[in-house]
């Protein structure tokens, strides 16, 4: 079980991208695609069916998802994620304050 999920607002903490900040637009086994990170240009063949041109196109491409860490909002730091059962049902905390993910987005 992944313990970063879509939406959440992660940092980057290695390669080319590091310490820049995005959202997550979706998660896929081990790797995640952060909202303008990783940006990759990729050449994109004409089609006639749909009437789209050739061009060179600009897209985010996957990260993997031990290089990102979700953001604190109140520490303004990055930090780890760890689990809690409250009352039966099971909520994600930050380890460093202890407080709900969901409360602080």
């Known amino acids: 079980m ?52 050739g061009a060179v196109v600009t897209q985010e491409a996957t990260l993997h998802i031990s290089n990102v860490a979700i953001f604190n909002a109140a520490t303004q730091k990055a930090d780890r994620v760890g689990y809690q059962v409250v009352e039966g049902t099971k909520t994600r905390i930050f380890k460093s304050t202890g407080e709900s993910v969901a409360a602080a987005k």
Do not use: M, Y
């Open 2 to 53: 992944a313990k970063i999920k879509k939406g959440d607002q992660v940092i980057v903490i290695a390669g080319k991208e590091k310490g820049k900040q995005g959202s997550v637009l979706s998660v896929s086994n081990d790797r995640v695609l952060v909202e303008g990170l990783n940006l990759v240009k990729k050449h994109q063949k004409p089609n006639r069916a749909t009437g789209a041109e």
